[in-house]
């Protein structure tokens, strides 16, 4: 395999990954204009979801856009997703 097709498959891997952390941002997005997050997590926990669900969509935006590299050494680590 050559590196061009390597390096299709590695963004074809990203752009998952994004579309992922994207959809898990709109649950996260119904759940609180619905209310029924109250129904799984209280307050706090319900606030540090959501903003690690908006972090990670954001890193792997980043890492779709080519600025992942930069990113990285910025946090410290590449973005992960659970």
Do not use: C
């Not at 963004?11 to 997005?29: S, T």
């Not at 890492?63 to 990285?72: C, M, P, S, Y």
């Amino acid at each position: 395999m050559d590196s061009r097709q390597q390096l299709r498959g590695i963004e074809d891997v990203a752009r998952r990954w994004h579309a992922l952390a994207e959809r898990r941002r709109a649950h996260f997005d119904e759940l609180q204009s619905s209310g029924r997050w109250r129904k799984y997590y209280g307050e706090y926990n319900f606030a540090r979801e959501m903003q690690e669900t908006a972090r990670l969509a954001e890193a792997w935006q980043q890492v779709v856009l080519g600025r992942g590299g930069a990113l990285a050494k910025a946090n410290g680590s590449a973005p992960t997703a659970r």
